[in-house]
C-alpha cells in the first residue's frame, strides 16, 4: 500500500500565493506518476494538474494554467504545487493521487488514480 499525505494548505486573500505539498510513503520502491485534483464546496473532484514519474512532463487543467506549477523532488515520490494569482473560486479540499499505470493523456482521469490523500483545505477570500 502507499499512503499520501498533503500538507501546506490555509486561507489566502484573493491574488495571494500558496504552496502544497505531498509525499508519498509506504510501497514506494518505484516512482509513480501523480497529480492533484480539487473538489470544491458542492461540487465534485475536478482534476487541477500531473506529473509524470521522471517529472519529464506536466498536465494543467485549463481553469489553473499559468497560476499552478506541479513539479517533483527528483526521482522522488514527493511532489509541490504552487499556487500563484490564487481566486475565490480556487477554494476547495485539494488532493494528491498517484498512479503506476503509463503515463499518457488520460491523466485527468481521476479513475486512473489508484492511491490518494486525504486532503488539505485552500481558502481564498475576496
Known amino acids: 500500500q502507499v499512503q499520501l499525505v498533503e500538507s501546506g494548505g490555509g486561507t489566502v486573500q484573493a491574488g495571494g500565493s500558496l504552496s502544497l505539498s505531498c509525499a508519498a510513503s509506504?510501497?514506494?520502491?518505484?516512482?509513480?506518476?501523480m497529480g492533484w485534483f480539487r473538489q470544491a464546496p458542492g461540487k465534485g473532484r475536478r482534476f487541477v494538474a500531473a506529473?509524470?514519474?521522471?517529472?519529464?512532463?506536466?498536465y494543467y487543467a485549463d481553469s489553473v494554467k499559468g497560476r499552478f506549477t506541479i513539479s517533483r523532488d527528483g526521482g522522488a515520490n514527493t511532489i509541490h504545487l504552487q499556487l500563484n494569482s490564487l481566486k475565490p473560486e480556487d477554494t476547495a479540499i485539494y488532493y494528491c493521487?498517484?498512479?503506476?499505470?503509463?503515463?499518457?493523456?488520460?491523466?485527468?482521469?481521476?479513475?486512473?488514480?489508484?492511491?490518494w490523500g486525504q486532503g488539505t483545505r485552500v481558502t481564498v477570500s475576496s
Open positions: 509506504g510501497r514506494t520502491t518505484s516512482s509513480y506518476n
Open positions: 506529473i509524470n514519474r521522471s517529472a519529464s512532463d506536466t
Open positions: 493521487a498517484a498512479f503506476d499505470r503509463p503515463y499518457d493523456n488520460a491523466c485527468d482521469d481521476e479513475r486512473r488514480y489508484d492511491y
